[in-house]
C-alpha cells in the first residue's frame, strides 16, 4: 500500500500554515484508492486569524468543515483554476477528500465533471438526499465525455446545504476527537456512494492514467502530440478530460509546468516608492 504523498507541492508558504495547524494525510479504504488521492486532516485554535493560499490542483474534493461560529457542514469543490484563499480564525477542523484527477467521476457517474469546475456546492446538490443519493444512473454513454442531460443545479446556499444534506454525514466526520474514527467516517461516506458502471470506471481509469502521465511525465509540452502518442484524437482526448476532469488537457499541461507555483512570489517596487502587492499571474509562468 502506497503512503500518502508528503510534498507540499500547491500550499503557498506551507511552513508558515504548518506552525499554526495540524495538518495529516491519511489513506483511504482499499476500494476508495484507486480514485482518492488520499484524505487530509485539518485542527486549529489560533489566537490570530490567518489566511492560507492554495494553488489548486485539476481534481475535486470533498471537504466537511467546522467553524468556531457556525455548525458543521461538507461540500465539493471541483476543479479550480484560480488561487484558493480561506481565512482561519478561532478554532476549526477540515476533514477533506482530494480525489485523483478523473477520480469522481465514478461517485457522480451522471454528470459531467465540468459541472463541479471553479464552484462550491452543497452535499445534497452533488449527491442528492434520502433515496436520491444512492439511486442508480440511467444508461451510459458510449462516447468518452459524452453524457445524458443533467438536471439544472440546486440553489447553492447554506440555507439548502443544512436543510438538505445526507443527515448526519458532517456530525459523523467531524465530531470524533479520534483521527481514526473521522478517516472510518470518510470511508463509510464515501464507499456506498461508489456506484458506476463498468463504462465509466474504466473511461474514469483512462482519464486517470493520462492525467497523471501530464502530472509526472516532463517530456509532454503539446497536447497534439500527446494525443497523438495516445492513440486519440485532440478532440476525443479534450471531450474525456470534459467529461472525466473537469480542465481541459492543455490547462492541465500549463498547471503542471509552472516555474514558481509553490511559494510567494516577492513584491515588487514601484517607482513612487512603496512595494506593490505580489502579481501571481508573474509567479506562475508555464513553461
Not at 510534498?7 to 504548518?18: E, H, K, P, W
Not at 478523473?102 to 471553479?118: I, K, S, V
Request: aromatic fraction near 8%.
Amino acid at each position: 500500500m502506497a503512503a500518502p504523498r508528503r510534498d507540499t507541492r500547491g500550499i503557498v508558504d506551507a511552513s508558515g500554515l504548518f506552525a499554526r495547524v495540524q495538518f495529516r494525510r491519511r489513506t483511504p479504504a482499499v476500494p476508495l484508492r484507486p480514485y482518492v488521492e488520499h484524505y487530509w486532516l485539518i485542527d486549529w485554535d489560533l489566537s490570530e486569524p490567518y489566511a492560507t493560499h492554495v494553488v489548486p490542483h485539476p481534481c475535486v474534493n470533498l471537504v466537511f468543515q467546522r467553524y468556531a461560529d457556525r455548525p458543521g457542514f461538507g461540500e465539493v469543490t471541483g476543479a479550480g483554476r484560480q488561487l484558493f484563499a480561506q481565512k482561519l480564525t478561532g478554532r476549526g477542523r477540515v476533514c477533506g477528500v482530494q480525489f485523483r484527477p478523473g477520480g469522481f467521476r465514478p461517485f457522480t457517474p451522471e454528470r459531467p465533471a465540468t459541472d463541479w469546475t471553479d464552484r462550491r456546492l452543497p452535499l445534497a446538490t452533488v449527491f442528492g438526499t434520502g433515496e436520491t443519493a444512492g439511486a442508480v444512473p440511467g444508461p451510459e454513454a458510449a462516447v468518452p465525455g459524452a453524457e445524458p442531460e443533467a438536471a439544472a443545479p440546486a440553489v447553492e446556499t447554506d440555507a439548502v446545504a443544512a436543510a438538505s444534506e445526507p443527515p448526519d454525514a458532517a456530525a459523523a466526520v467531524l465530531e470524533p476527537e479520534d483521527e481514526d474514527a473521522r478517516v472510518a467516517a470518510l470511508d463509510a461516506f464515501l464507499v456506498p456512494r461508489l456506484r458506476a458502471g463498468p463504462h465509466t470506471l474504466a473511461q474514469a481509469g483512462l482519464a486517470m492514467a493520462l492525467a497523471d502521465r501530464i502530472r509526472t511525465d516532463r517530456t509532454i509540452r503539446r497536447v497534439a502530440d500527446f494525443a497523438a502518442a495516445e492513440g486519440l484524437s485532440v478532440r476525443a482526448l479534450q471531450r474525456l478530460f470534459a467529461g472525466y476532469v473537469g480542465v481541459s488537457p492543455k490547462w492541465m499541461l500549463l498547471r503542471y509546468r509552472c516555474t514558481r507555483p509553490w511559494s510567494v512570489p516577492r513584491p515588487t517596487r514601484t517607482s513612487t516608492g512603496p512595494r506593490s502587492p505580489p502579481s501571481w499571474a508573474t509567479a506562475i509562468r508555464p513553461i
